[in-house]
């Protein structure tokens, strides 16, 4: 089932939660009833509660769209890393070029296919992803420079094959959900409350009442649903993709 799909049927589910029950609230309350007679404290603790949670959604929201965005860099930063020691092999002897642009090659190859695949499904990477990077190091700091041209460009490519390490580290380490449990403990809670809120206001049967409640509780889950849509960065809807690989290296497919 789409992920979208789900947030809709969420989000009906919720405004038709929170309307059966105003509307059963409202048939227990008299003809004579006045709203006009709800506490005043009530109503600021409901605009303070409400206030206090869109502050913490927006912050969940701000955080986990950091994440997503700072994964989406470290693939960017890995592919551009093995792109530099692709091109700069070139001034190497014919043999020892071939063989680290084929080592290149295989690797970027397993990581947007096999290797993608198991982040998105699984939330890590692949022994098979780390053994092709580890050989492709291998050729690269194995070779003994003959010449001053080829010394001048070997040390770059020891920097670019750190660099690409760093950033794989760095995108194993951002496969899985970005916020603790206990912030999801305290969003969810945090919206039960918020919505509850509205069962202490004296909201009468009206349908500009009704339509602003329902639409309030559909709003809460759909930031709800934005959040974890964004908190694992490379599994769901709004995730980072391998589009910087392809970019570089267009046979890697």
Not at 115 to 130: C, I, V, Y
Not at 168 to 180: E, F, V
Not at 188 to 199: H, N
Request: charged fraction near 20%; aromatic fraction near 8%; include cysteine.
């Amino acid at each position: 089932m789409s992920e979208w799909l789900v947030l809709a049927l969420a989000m009906v589910a919720v405004c038709a939660v929170v309307l059966i029950v105003l509307v059963l609230q409202q048939r227990r309350i008299s003809d004579d009833d006045d709203p006009t007679e709800t506490p005043d404290v009530i109503e600021y603790m409901t605009m303070m509660i409400g206030v206090v949670y869109a502050i913490v959604l927006g912050l969940a929201i701000a955080g986990a769209w950091e994440a997503r965005s700072a994964a989406q860099d470290h693939v960017r930063n890995e592919a551009q890393a093995l792109h530099e020691i692709h091109e700069r092999v070139r001034v190497y002897p014919a043999d020892v070029r071939t063989r680290i642009r084929a080592d290149v090659d295989t690797y970027v190859s397993h990581v947007v296919t096999t290797e993608w695949h198991a982040m998105r499904t699984k939330g890590e990477l692949t022994d098979r992803g780390t053994q092709l990077f580890d050989k492709m190091r291998h050729d690269v700091t194995d070779f003994e420079p003959r010449d001053d041209f080829q010394a001048q460009a070997y040390q770059p490519l020891l920097d670019q094959v750190t660099a690409a390490d760093d950033a794989r580290n760095a995108r194993a380490d951002s496969t899985g959900a970005t916020m603790p449990g206990v912030v999801w403990f305290g969003l969810v809670v945090g919206a039960l409350v918020t919505i509850g809120m509205i069962f202490a206001l004296q909201i009468r049967r009206t349908r500009r009442e009704l339509l602003l409640a329902g639409l309030f509780s559909s709003l809460i889950a759909f930031l709800l649903f934005l959040i974890w849509d964004f908190d694992a960065p490379y599994s769901r809807g709004v995730a980072a993709t391998a589009e910087p690989f392809l970019m570089l290296f267009p046979g890697a497919r």
